[in-house]
């Protein structure tokens, strides 16, 4: 009997770690026909690490409120974390929703 709850443990930490690996590689758009400035905090006076080119797609590791800015998809206070350090407005990336996609950035 130990052995299977080992087993059940075992397979739901597997199925966690997948569902991990999963929501990291998903990928949202940039809006179309727009190079994305990429900052280094959540508000446009952070400095540019890098643009995005148009046609980009981009992860979503974590999101938190800064700046607001309107742009392609509305006008909002979120920022998507997109790799350590690097932010970009939600305004710009197609989630689908108004709202958060993701976790709180920490």
Not at 23 to 46: D, F, K, L
Not at 59 to 70: L, V
Not at 79 to 91: E, K, R, T
Not at 96 to 105: E, L
């Amino acid at each position: 009997m130990a052995t299977e709850d080992i087993e059940i443990t075992g397979a739901a930490e597997t199925a966690d770690t997948e569902s991990l690996r999963a929501a990291a590689t998903q990928t949202y758009p940039i809006a179309p026909g727009y190079s994305v400035n990429v900052r280094s905090g959540p508000g446009t006076h952070y400095s540019v690490v890098r643009t995005l080119s148009a046609g980009s797609s981009v992860p979503i590791y974590c999101q938190c409120p800064g700046e607001s800015i309107s742009g392609y998809y509305g006008t909002t206070n979120i920022w998507d974390n997109i790799a350590n350090g690097q932010f970009v407005s939600d305004a710009y990336v197609k989630t689908g929703s108004d709202g958060y996609v993701a976790g709180r950035c920490a």
